[in-house]
C-alpha cells in the first residue's frame, strides 16, 4: 500500500516561493504518472499540474505556467512542486496524487488517481 506525505507548505509573501515535496513509501512509484491538486475550502479540487512517469511530459493549469514546476525524483521516490512568484489566490491546500497502474497516463482529472496525500497548507499573503 502507497503512502504520499506532501511537505514544504507554510505562510509566504506575495512574490515568493515555496517547494513542496510529496515523498512516496510502500512502494516505488517510478512508473506511476504523479500530479499535484489544490483545494480551496468549500469549492472542488483543482488541477494544478502533472507528470508522466518518465518524466518527460509535464502540463500545468494555465493560472500556474511559468510560475509553478513539476518535478520527480524517482531514485528518491519523490516528487517536488516549486512555486514562485506566488499569489493571494494560491492560497489553498496543496496535494499530491498517484495513478496506481503502471504506465498509466498523468492526467488532469482528480478521479483517475488512485491514492493521495493528506495535503499541505500553502497561504500567501498580500
Known amino acids: 500500500q502507497v503512502q504520499l506525505v506532501e511537505s514544504g507548505g507554510g505562510l509566504v509573501q506575495a512574490g515568493g516561493s515555496l517547494r513542496l515535496s510529496c515523498a512516496a513509501s510502500?512502494?516505488?512509484?517510478?512508473?506511476?504518472?504523479m500530479g499535484w491538486f489544490r483545494q480551496i475550502l468549500g469549492k472542488e479540487r483543482e488541477f494544478i499540474a502533472r507528470?508522466?512517469?518518465?518524466?518527460?511530459?509535464?502540463d500545468y493549469e494555465d493560472s500556474v505556467k511559468g510560475r509553478f514546476t513539476i518535478s520527480r525524483d524517482n531514485a528518491k521516490n519523490t516528487v517536488y512542486l516549486q512555486m514562485n512568484n506566488l499569489r493571494p489566490e494560491d492560497t489553498a491546500i496543496y496535494y499530491c496524487?498517484?495513478?496506481?497502474?503502471?504506465?498509466?497516463?498523468?492526467?488532469?482529472?482528480?478521479?483517475?488517481?488512485?491514492?493521495w496525500g493528506q495535503g499541505t497548507q500553502v497561504t500567501v499573503s498580500s
Open positions: 496524487a498517484t495513478r496506481l497502474r503502471p504506465f498509466a497516463l498523468a492526467t488532469a482529472e482528480p478521479t483517475n488517481y488512485d491514492a
Open positions: 510502500g512502494r516505488s512509484l517510478s512508473v506511476n504518472p
Open positions: 507528470i508522466s512517469w518518465k518524466g518527460d511530459a509535464t
